[in-house]
């Protein structure tokens, strides 16, 4: 799975694309760690080498996040928090995993836009 986004409008079913990229990529955490025990591999750079081969993806899905929150109306903190609350909520980041991964793309993604912190 890969995600595209050449700039331009970005709106909520484009975030949606991007955050479940995001999320279709991190490998589970616990079974990432037993194959790297059982391999005797390095948990951290194997992660850095599994993140690296989707760098592309994974720059696309920030620029479109970073998008999404600088195009939206209105423009207010307010605004961003009722659109992470509510996406944070959908079944398709329900578990542990992906509601961590979906929570610290937007929360990094919007940092310093329209007051999010």
């Not at 694309?17 to 760690?33: G, K």
């Not at 948990?43 to 920030?62: N, P, T, V």
């Not at 009722?82 to 398709?92: A, F, G, I, Q, S």
């Amino acid at each position: 799975m890969t995600f595209r986004y050449n700039g331009g409008p970005a709106d909520e079913k484009t975030l949606v694309a991007a955050l479940q990229f995001l999320v279709s990529i991190e490998p589970d955490p616990q079974d990432f760690a037993e194959r790297c025990m059982e391999r005797g591999l390095a948990e951290g750079e194997e992660y850095d080498k599994l993140m690296k081969s989707h760098a592309a993806g994974i720059a696309a899905a920030k620029n479109a996040i970073k998008a999404f929150a600088e195009q939206l109306r209105p423009p207010t903190a307010k605004a961003m928090q009722d659109v992470y609350y509510r996406l944070t909520r959908l079944p398709k980041f329900r578990g542990a995993t992906a509601r961590s991964v979906a929570s610290r793309a937007l929360e990094r993604g919007w940092r310093g836009i329209h007051g999010w912190q």
